[in-house]
């Protein structure tokens, strides 16, 4: 299967899916108890526009995949250095994930942040540890203070 074939699969799933979403799950399970006289106040606005320009994209993906030309390429013999990254972040997302019950969402940031720099290549200590504090506690504080959010403590007493 060449790139382009793969490209315009994509696009057609993405499409088909989104359509799927559009169509059947959103009029079933967002609830719209009466007309409402504003559109942007209905329960089913952003999940409607969200979809849809989702299926734009996908149409996107099919038109550009189709207009565009594709170079020759040899086949890899071993994963690039972007791939092994990608599968990195995977496993960092859910190691993430995983922690937050247990750490709490500061505490799992920071750890998180720390090793996000470190696959990306920052090695400087002052620059990891500023990010790494300055970034999650102030979201933090921000979802706490400002937007009144309840955030996940963990079971550690800190």
């Known amino acids: 299967m060449t790139a382009k074939q ?8 993405v499409v088909l899916a989104f ?10 399970e ?7 006289t504003v559109e942007a106040l209905s329960p089913d606005f952003w999940p409607k526009n ?3 320009g989702i299926i734009f994209l996908g149409v996107f993906q099919i038109v550009y995949a189709l207009a565009r030309t594709y ?7 071993q994963p690039s250095a972007g791939q092994s990254k ?6 960092l997302f859910l190691a993430y994930c995983i922690a937050i019950p247990f750490l709490g969402i500061l505490l799992s940031s920071v750890l998180g942040m720390i090793a996000c ?3 990306f290549g920052e090695r400087r200590p002052w620059v990891l540890t500023l990010y790494a504090v300055i970034v999650p506690l102030g979201i933090h504080m921000f979802l706490l203070k400002v937007a009144n959010l309840i ?6 007493p800190f």
Not at 71 to 77: D, G, S, V, Y
Request: aromatic letters at 8%.
């Open 6 to 13: 793969k490209d315009v699969i994509l696009g057609l799933f």
């Open 50 to 52: 969200i979809t849809l």
């Open 71 to 77: 170079p020759q390429r040899e086949p890899k013999t």
């Open 30 to 36: 967002v609830p719209v108890l009466s007309p409402v």
């Open 117 to 119: 720099m470190l696959i």
């Open 19 to 28: 359509s799927f979403v559009y169509i059947y799950v959103i009029p079933r």
């Open 151 to 156: 955030i996940p403590k963990g079971i550690l």
């Open 86 to 91: 990608t599968a990195l972040m995977i496993g």
